[in-house]
Antibody
Framework: EVQLVESGGGLVQPGGSLRLSCAAS????????MDWVRQAPGEGLEWVGR??????????EYAASVKGRFTVSRDDSKNSLYLQMNSLKTEDTAVYYC????????????WGQGTLVTVSS | DIQMTQSPSTLSASVGDRVTITCRAS??????LAWYQQKPGKAPKLLIY???SLESGVPSRFSGSGSGTEFTLTISSLQPDDFASYYC?????????FGQGTRLEIK
């Protein structure tokens, strides 16, 4: 059974940093692109960023709203995905989901349960 | 960036109704469109991919159509479990973008 479990959320002050983790199981993690998607309270879904596979040199893509502040990384030996968030703003407050990208059609076929990040003084 | 516009934002309907949600892209995305269902406090669930392909395990009352810039999600006969929010998403180009969502309410 595919499972994605996020952790690391919490309360952080504006300008602070936080690192989210996503532990994957039930599939060959290294075979998939992985993404982060967020959802502000009461709002819609916003794509955050992507990391490709080793064969694609682990290249990344980011939403303009987080580029230069957030970094997506992965450790295939630990079946883990990470999101390093720096220079956090109040508008980064959201539930953050990790999602598996399916080969071929690039949809999000599995999602974690999400972890809440609150940026507030 | 490709903007995805869903309509309506809110839809009130009854069990057994046929409902249609529309998603328009600001430029052509071919068939690189997916639909997701989300219930309160839960992660989204994939329903439709490549505009019209039904995800495994999703009831056949859900269907998708369209290509280019205009797409629809249809639920042929609403069931109580279908009252949720629905999002379209394009994977044609970066940044990946979602529609603003359609909340399907019980009338």
């Amino acid at each position: 059974e595919v499972q994605l479990v996020e952790s690391g959320g919490g309360l952080v002050q504006p300008g602070g940093s936080l690192r989210l983790s996503c532990a994957a199981s039930g599939f060959t993690f290294s075979d998939h692109y992985m993404d982060w998607v967020r959802q502000a309270p009461g709002e819609g879904l916003e794509w955050v960023g992507r990391i490709r596979k080793k064969v694609n040199s682990y290249t990344t893509e980011y939403a303009a709203s987080v580029k230069g502040r957030f970094t997506v990384s992965r450790d295939d030996s630990k079946n883990s995905l990470y999101l390093q968030m720096n220079s956090l703003k109040t508008e980064d407050t959201a539930v953050y989901y990790c999602a598996r990208v399916r080969d071929g059609d690039y949809v999000f076929d599995y999602w974690g349960q999400g972890t809440l990040v609150t940026v507030s003084s | 960036d490709i903007q995805m516009t869903q309509s309506p934002s809110t839809l009130s309907a009854s069990v057994g109704d046929r409902v249609t949600i529309t998603c328009r892209a600001s430029q052509s995305i071919s068939s690189w469109l997916a639909w997701y269902q989300q219930k309160p406090g839960k992660a989204p669930k994939l329903l439709i991919y490549k505009a019209s392909s039904l995800e495994s395990g999703v009831p056949s009352r859900f269907s998708g159509s369209g290509s280019g810039t205009e797409f629809t999600l249809t639920i042929s006969s609403l069931q109580p479990d279908d009252f949720a929010s629905y999002y379209c998403q394009q994977q044609n180009s970066y940044p990946i973008t979602f529609g603003q969502g359609t909340r399907l309410e019980i009338k």
